[in-house]
Nanobody, 123 residues
Framework: VQLQASGGGLVQAGESLRLSCASR???????MGWFRQAPGQEREGVGC????????HYLDSVKGRFTIASDHDKNSWFLQMNSLEPEDTALYYC??????????????????WGQGTQVTVSS
């Protein structure tokens, strides 16, 4: 399974970005989501969505600001990031096939990873 992430960039605090991840394979049976890793810190789960789209979970610090959605027709999923804060600065990775639950912040491994896309938020 090959994943292609896109959409990172440099924005000011309070602005928005939308990350996208596209898979060359069907995603319908997988749980999918996004992770991030800031310099000097461990990678952490940011949010995830089940294959059916019926269950979505977020890291506490992004709840109310970030939204995950999926498009199974396009084998893609997205991370809409609003009200970005400097603390959100990190390399963001899309991932497929990992436990998706309220413990997303403690999930570190996934079966498939996209390349990272840098998100930098200036104050």
């Amino acid at each position: 399974v090959q994943l292609q992430a896109s959409g990172g960039g440099l924005v000011q605090a309070g602005e928005s970005l939308r990350l996208s991840c596209a898979s060359r394979s069907s995603i319908s049976s997988y749980r999918m989501g996004w992770f991030r890793q800031a310099p000097g810190q461990e990678r952490e789960g940011v949010g995830c969505i089940t294959g059916s789209g019926g269950s979505v979970h977020y890291l506490d610090s992004v709840k109310g600001r970030f939204t995950i959605a999926s498009d199974h027709d396009k084998n893609s999923w997205f991370l809409q990031m609003n009200s970005l804060e400097p603390e959100d600065t990190a390399l963001y990775y899309c991932a497929l096939d990992f436990p998706c639950s309220d413990n997303i912040g403690r999930i570190y491994a996934a079966a498939y990873w996209g390349q990272g896309t840098q998100v930098t938020v200036s104050s």
